[in-house]
């Protein structure tokens, strides 16, 4: 016999046993309950509140369990069983999702804006189903949308459909009528048309509006406009009168305390994450959240699709395509290539510019501008060819990735560049470089061998060599041919005696880290190469700036102290030069990424594992941002965090990590 709600807390309603209340909404109650049969499980379940039996409220009520049931999505939560209490009061159960809201889950876990803005997508997604089965939700707010984790993956789910409406047929055979003068729903995130007094003409696009302003709090921290700054009455009348323009999120971002500790809970500072909402996460805010509704998205559908835009650095919708915008998307979508392109560009113009040099003491004037406008006409031809070659127009609309151009360009040196040996060395440089950065190591020190074979044999100009020396030295160390590493080093660095009363040079931080990390590669003592870091930081002036070259000593000091054992030396050096990279990690992301793997180490070793595990999820992401999936650095980090997960007592965790990381070739030493 189920007992009547007059009681505090009833003790059984139909064959559920009531375990606590979870939520007290303006119209029902939800318990977490106890299904005794046919199943044996844990749901929640929602009842008509004592006292809100009218007609329009059981209409409604009604209304929200036919909207769930008709619903199938992981986004949203599934509704199991409906009836009515012995008092007549309808009842309806439920999945019993127990989350954190959206909003607090994602300052909680300190998401960047690219995570944020992925968790938003699936919530669109699942309000886009909603609409195609017919529902409107009508409530869309931080609170109605929880979050929960598997295995560390973070996924959303949509409640209570309390007040939605049908769209194309009707939910219940029970009228539902809103009273002329009552507003459904949250105020801060009420669309224009739903807060009109007749109410009446409602659809999707309402929801788009709220969606919208849920995602300029959860990209700046704080509602577009605040009801309780200005009172009920003004905001509805300002909101109805559709007399101001949307907010843009970029505009919020100041240099004011509250505006610092949003940037903070982001993971980056006010200035980033102005830089960051500036354009078109604008654009895509403002025209969700369009006063006009004919102005915005038409589905939601369209709104996740933009945003999916914004994260491959696709042009987005939601902005006039103009020729220089696109251009600036296609350098973000294809960065690594175009930094690459780019540094070919500028090898060429500094290789063009020393065999200037060469040349004007070797020729006349006139044969000097002779070889230069050859030597422009065959660079530009070069470029030309190499860019046109990855034009989706041109290879079927397939993208060719970025090692394929490399790849490609690779090839069309060695066979187009034959008889112009010191700028066929410099591209292969160039190129080398690239490959290097993409953790292609094999590919990187093949070219990087015959360019200076090349460089050595054709009298290239001392600077160039020194320049591939350096770079190859370092793949080789990666690659693990430390013989050949170490003699290019101490060929950078003829010898590390007393240090002279100048600031090292970037080459001499270079050959030294090499030199560290043979010696660490190796096995063998290292006070000699913690001797020549600490030297190298004593010889910078007082009142020298921190710089990126800093960084780099700081973390190979920190690698070094970490090796050896010395966990307690290594602690200083290592969070300065963690604090270094996320300065500069606009222009040296992946320093970024080298800093976090290495600091997670250092809090590994401490046994400090909630950390260590913070800095390499932190790691992974950035890694796969960079790199995508299929990479074998990205799949170091899978392997970093499956052993983090296994020290913490978490095998399955782990287990879904190492699987990832053996799909990208990576096997434990």
């Known amino acids: ?204 696009r309402s929801d788009i509006y709220s969606l919208g302003v849920l995602l300029f709090e959860v990209l700046v921290g704080e509602l577009p406009v605040d009801p309780g700054s200005m009172g009920a009455v003004p905001f509805l009348a300002q909101l109805v009168g559709r007399v101001s323009d949307p907010a843009r999120p970029s505009t919020r971002m100041t240099t004011t305390a509250r505006a610092k500790q949003q940037a903070r809970l982001r993971n980056t500072d006010s200035d980033q994450l102005r830089k960051q909402l500036r354009g078109d996460l604008d654009w895509i805010v403002v025209k969700a959240t369009e006063k006009d509704r004919n102005r915005r998205y038409d589905t939601a559908n369209a709104l996740a699709m933009d945003l999916e835009r914004y994260l491959r650095n696709e042009p987005v919708l939601a902005r006039a395509p103009t020729t220089s915008y696109r251009l600036r998307k296609f350098v973000r979508r294809n960065l690594v290539a175009v930094v690459a392109g780019l540094g070919i560009v500028l090898a060429l113009m500094i290789g063009i510019v020393m065999a200037t040099v060469g040349l004007v003491r070797a020729t006349r004037a006139e044969q000097l501008a002779e070889n230069e406008s050859a030597t422009a006409r065959e660079v530009s031809g070069f470029l030309e060819g190499l860019f046109i070659a990855g034009d989706p127009g041109r290879t079927g609309g397939r993208r060719p990735t970025v090692q394929e151009l490399l790849d490609s360009g690779a090839v069309r040196i060695r066979r187009e560049l034959g008889d112009r040996p010191l700028m066929q060395a410099q591209l292969m440089v160039t190129i080398g470089q690239a490959y290097f950065g993409l953790r292609e190591i094999p590919a990187a ?21 020194e320049h591939t020396k350096v770079v190859l030295a370092q793949a080789l160390t990666l690659d693990g041919s430390f013989d050949r590493a170490e003699q290019l080093a101490r060929e950078l660095l003829p010898g590390v005696g007393d240090a002279p009363d100048r600031p090292p040079t970037p080459v001499e931080v270079v050959a030294t880290n090499v030199l560290s990390s043979v010696a660490l590669s190796r096995g063998v003592p290292l006070p000699d190469g913690e001797l020549m870091l600490r030297r190298l930081l004593e010889r910078r002036d007082s009142t020298a700036p921190d710089d990126i070259e800093l960084a780099h000593t700081l973390d190979m000091l920190c690698w070094v102290l970490t090796k050896q054992g010395d966990l307690d030396a290594a602690e200083a050096p290592c969070v300065r030069m963690l604090a270094l990279r996320r300065r500069f990690a606009d222009p040296d992301q992946m320093g970024l990424l080298v800093g976090l793997a290495r600091m997670g180490t250092l809090r590994l070793r401490q046994g400090r594992l909630e950390e260590s595990l913070a800095l390499r999820r932190e790691a992974l992401a950035l890694g796969r941002h960079l790199y995508g999936d299929a990479n074998r650095e990205v799949a170091y980090h899978h392997g970093a965090l499956a052993d983090i997960f296994r020290a913490i007592g978490q095998p399955d965790s782990a287990r879904v990590h190492e699987e990832a990381a053996a799909a990208s070739g990576w096997r434990r030493d």
């Open 1 to 204: 016999m189920a007992t009547d709600l007059s009681h505090d807390l009833p003790e059984r309603i139909g064959p559920y046993r009531i375990l606590q209340i979870l939520g007290e909404g303006g119209m029902g109650i939800v318990y977490e309950v106890e299904q005794l049969e046919p199943v044996r499980r844990r749901v929640a379940l929602k009842v008509i509140k004592l006292g809100m039996d009218t007609r329009d409220v059981v209409a409604r009520f009604e209304a929200e369990r036919q909207a769930l049931a008709v619903m199938n999505h992981p986004g949203i939560a599934q509704v199991f069983d409906g009836g009515v209490t012995d008092a007549g009061r309808p009842y309806f159960v439920m999945e019993l999702v127990k989350g954190i809201p959206f909003t607090d889950y994602c300052d909680r876990h300190q998401l960047s804006l690219r995570d944020r803005i992925a968790l938003f997508i699936g919530v669109a997604q699942a309000v886009q189903h909603a609409h195609q089965k017919g529902v409107i939700h009508r409530d869309i707010k931080p609170s109605n949308i929880l979050v929960t984790e598997h295995d560390g993956v973070p996924s959303t789910k949509i409640i209570d459909f309390g007040i939605a409406k049908a769209i194309s047929q009707p939910l219940t055979d029970k009228t539902l009528v809103t009273a002329y003068g009552t507003a459904l729903g949250t105020l801060a995130y009420m669309s224009p048309e739903q807060a009109e007094l007749s109410n009446l003409d409602i659809d999707t």
């Open 445 to 465: 020190i093949e070219l990087l061998d015959d360019a200076l074979a090349i460089q050595v044999s054709g009298g290239a100009a001392p600077d160039a060599v």
